[in-house]
């Protein structure tokens, strides 16, 4: 029998954005807590635009302040260029249907997950760094995370592994987006022409043709700057290109970006990343709850993956309190929270499925003449997405991707 390590209310499987917020939540309801976390911080991580409404949350766990003194790069507001015709659109989330939620960070994450991870510490979380969670079993008054050190009793376990998918992967459960396969090929550079409108906003650029995709530039407080581009995996096979040859080539065949990287100069490696679109068949089990990339990630192309996966930290977090409350901690006790996440990823899908696949980015970068278009897309890339006043919402949704111009302008103006 190996060693206990400890024994906890909840044991939380990685300390990203998603595990720390969760273990903050859960120390502020009183519970006891760890996170048993892979890597040693501070550690690379993509995902470093966040979006105005998870601003809400990490007031919430009284990080926001810190956050803000850390000094990370500000931004207003998210511009999308047409790369083809150079048509665009600015987006300011001060515009939005909701008038409070004017601004998000851009944070290097290496910083960024650290200061969430010391937080919850600070408020009593326990923990273990580095170590890896090796496997769990689920009795019936319990729950136990098998790891390299020993043993970790829990009556819930959190799976918050991110893009590793701790127990989807254990379950075979993850299910990648067949029509919906990526390559990105990403990287840190110094002297990169930033947004003349602001410069701390977030650019995404997209070339007509869906295959060959779309860049983002993401500016950072110290004057560096995240490029990266993201393409269909069968466009860049067949390129026969190695990715810093792709990445070389879709800058200098880009009008918008290219002219904005000529003295870029990179800092460290090139990154690449693939097949990063996938579900799980289930968010929940018996005392087990997935949070974030560890249950589903969706297209990185409106930034919205800290955002869902800090929401999905404080709805998992309400949940488990509805657990230790009833004495209920089977899977059923969970549906409610795995149909509110599945909610907050379908809106996404419907936007990510309307930017990629349909005339929608010429809506985009010309709803300047239709303000209600406007406000509502606005409200979607700052992370609004509960918003039922949000028409364009329901269009998607209920359309399930056949976006049709004609219905969005009879609804739209
Ligand atoms: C190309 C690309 C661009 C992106 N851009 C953005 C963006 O601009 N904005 C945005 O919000 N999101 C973006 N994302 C998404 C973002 O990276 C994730 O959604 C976000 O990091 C999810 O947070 P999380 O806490 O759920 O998981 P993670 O941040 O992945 O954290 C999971 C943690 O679990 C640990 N772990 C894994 N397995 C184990 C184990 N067995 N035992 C112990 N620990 C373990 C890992 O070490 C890791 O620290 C992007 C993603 C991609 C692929």
Redesign the pocket.
């Known amino acids: 029998m190996s060693k206990v390590l400890g024994e906890f209310d909840v044991a939380i499987?990685?300390?990203?954005?998603?595990?720390s917020t969760l273990a903050s939540l859960l120390r502020r309801q009183g519970r006891s807590v760890c996170i048993?976390?892979?890597?040693p911080f501070p550690r690379f991580?993509?995902?470093?635009?966040?979006?105005p409404f998870s601003m809400d949350t990490f007031q919430r766990i009284g990080v926001l302040e810190k956050i803000r003194a850390a000094g990370y790069q500000v931004k207003h507001g998210a511009r999308f260029v047409v790369d083809e015709t150079l048509e665009e659109e600015c987006f300011w989330f001060r515009n939005g249907l909701d008038k409070d939620h004017p601004f998000a960070f851009q944070v290097q994450r290496a910083p960024f997950?650290k200061l969430l991870l010391d937080h919850a510490t600070e408020l009593g979380a326990k923990v273990y760094q580095p170590?890896?969670?090796l496997n769990l079993t689920v009795h019936e008054d319990g729950a136990e995370l098998d790891t390299p050190e020993g043993r970790i009793r829990a009556q819930v376990v959190a799976d918050?592994?991110?893009?590793?998918t701790?127990m989807s992967g254990r379950q075979n459960q993850r299910k990648i987006h067949p029509s919906h396969r990526k390559v990105?090929v990403?990287g840190h550079f110094r002297e990169v022409t930033r947004c003349e409108q602001d410069p701390g906003n977030i650019i995404i650029a997209r070339f007509g043709d869906t295959k060959m995709g779309w860049f983002?530039l993401?500016p950072f407080a110290d004057g560096t700057t995240s490029v990266?581009v993201?393409a269909d995996s069968e466009y860049f096979r067949a390129s026969g290109k190695t990715p810093a040859e792709f990445f070389g080539e879709s800058v200098r065949n880009s009008r918008s970006i290219g002219p904005r990287m000529i003295k870029a100069e990179r800092i460290g490696e090139l990154r690449t990343?693939a097949d990063?679109s996938y579900t799980s068949e289930r968010h929940v089990g018996d005392r087990l709850i997935k949070?974030?990339?560890?249950g589903a990630?969706i297209d990185?192309v409106f930034?919205?993956?800290?955002?869902?996966?800090v929401k999905a930290a404080e709805m998992a977090a309400e949940a488990i309190a509805g657990a230790f409350d009833t004495g209920d901690f089977s899977e059923k006790s969970f549906l409610g929270y795995e149909e509110r996440v599945r909610v907050g990823t379908k809106v996404f899908w419907a936007f990510i499925d309307a930017f990629y696949n349909k005339d929608f980015l010429k809506q985009m970068v010309t709803s300047r003449r239709r303000p209600l278009l406007q406000k509502s897309i606005t409200s979607l890339l700052a992370g609004d997405i509960y918003n039922e006043r949000n028409m364009l919402i329901a269009y998607l949704t209920g359309k399930d991707g056949a976006y049709a111009d004609a219905e969005l302008q009879s609804l739209m103006g």
């Open positions: 499987v990685g300390g990203g954005p998603g595990g048993v976390e892979r890597d991580r993509i995902g470093e635009s966040l979006l997950d170590l890896a969670a918050v592994s991110g893009r590793w701790f990105t990403f983002w993401i990266g993201v990343e990063f949070v974030g990339d560890a990630f990185p930034s919205s993956g800290v955002f869902l996966s």
